[in-house]
T-cell receptor, first 115, second 113 residues
Framework: DAGVIQSPRHEVTEMGQEVTLRCKPI?????LFWYRQTMMRGLELLIY????????DSGMPEDRFSAKMPNASFSTLKIQPSEPRDSAVYFC?????????????FGNGTRLTVT | SQQGEEDPQALSIQEGENATMNCSYK?????LQWYRQNSGRGLVHLIL?????REKHSGRLRVTLDTSKKSSSLLITASRAADTASYFC?????????????FGQGTILTVHP
C-alpha cells in the first residue's frame, strides 16, 4: 500500500495567487481529513469528508478556503487568493470507519509558503 | 481550541532511559490515540486506547488512561535515538463528532545517544 499521497511536497507562491493542494487517500478508506499545522496553532482540523461528502467544515478559516472530494480516490484543498498567513504545512489523512475508533493515516504534507 | 494538552512541552533524555509524556483533555471521549511525528514527515499512529480501557501495551510503549481525571500517559521504555520525534495525543468524542480527532500541541522528545 502506497499510503496517503499528497502533492506537491512544497509550494511557494506569491500573495494573491491561487493554490491547489492534492490528496490521494488509501484505497478503501471512507474518511478523509485536511489538517493544517503551524508552530503557533499546532494541528488544526480544517474539514473532513465521509464517503466523499463534507461532514464538518467548521475549521475552514475563511471563504478563501475550499475543499472538494469528487471521488473516493481524490481530494483537493484550494486557497484563493492566498495570503502570507496561510503559510503552513497542510496534511491530508484518511481512515476506515470502525465505530469511530480508527487510526488516521497521514500523508507527508505540503509545505506552503506564501510571500 | 485544542482538546488535548501534552506535558511536558519538551523532554530530553539519554538513550536507555524511559520517557513519560502526559496528556490532559477537557470533554468526554470515545477513545484516545497517540501519534509520533518525525521532522518533516506526517504523523504516524502508535496506539489507541478506548474509554473503557485503563492500560494498553505495544512493544516498548505503554499507555494509561484515567477518564476520571481526563488524562493519559505514554511511556516509552528503554528509549533509543530513533525515538526522537514529536508525540501527540488525539481524542475522539464520538457521537456527532464520529471519526473526528482533535490533537494536542505535542511533546518534543530528544533522545541523546
Amino acid at each position: 500500500d502506497a499510503g496517503v499521497i499528497q502533492s506537491p511536497r512544497h509550494e511557494v507562491t506569491e500573495m494573491g495567487q491561487e493554490v491547489t493542494l492534492r490528496c490521494k487517500p488509501i484505497s478503501g478508506h471512507d474518511y478523509l481529513f485536511w489538517y493544517r499545522q503551524t508552530m503557533m496553532r499546532g494541528l488544526e482540523l480544517l474539514i473532513y469528508f465521509n464517503n466523499n461528502v463534507p461532514i464538518d467544515d467548521s475549521g475552514m478559516p475563511e471563504d478563501r478556503f475550499s475543499a472538494k472530494m469528487p471521488n473516493a480516490s481524490f481530494s483537493t484543498l484550494k486557497i484563493q487568493p492566498s495570503e502570507p498567513r496561510d503559510s503552513a504545512v497542510y496534511f491530508c489523512a484518511s481512515s476506515f470507519s470502525t465505530q469511530g475508533a480508527s487510526p488516521l493515516h497521514f500523508g507527508n504534507g505540503t509545505r506552503l509558503t506564501v510571500t | 481550541s485544542q482538546q488535548g494538552e501534552e506535558d511536558p512541552q519538551a523532554l530530553s533524555i539519554q538513550e536507555g532511559e524511559n520517557a513519560t509524556m502526559n496528556c490532559s483533555y477537557k470533554t468526554s471521549i470515545n477513545n484516545l490515540q497517540w501519534y509520533r511525528q518525525n521532522s518533516g514527515r506526517g504523523l504516524v499512529h502508535l496506539i489507541l486506547i478506548r474509554s473503557n480501557e485503563r492500560e494498553k501495551h505495544s512493544g516498548r510503549l505503554r499507555v494509561t488512561l484515567d477518564t476520571s481525571k481526563k488524562s493519559s500517559s505514554l511511556l516509552i521504555t528503554a528509549s533509543r535515538a530513533a525515538d526522537t520525534a514529536s508525540y501527540f495525543c488525539a481524542t475522539s468524542a464520538g457521537g456527532t463528532s464520529y471519526g473526528k480527532l482533535t490533537f494536542g500541541q505535542g511533546t518534543i522528545l530528544t533522545v541523546h545517544p
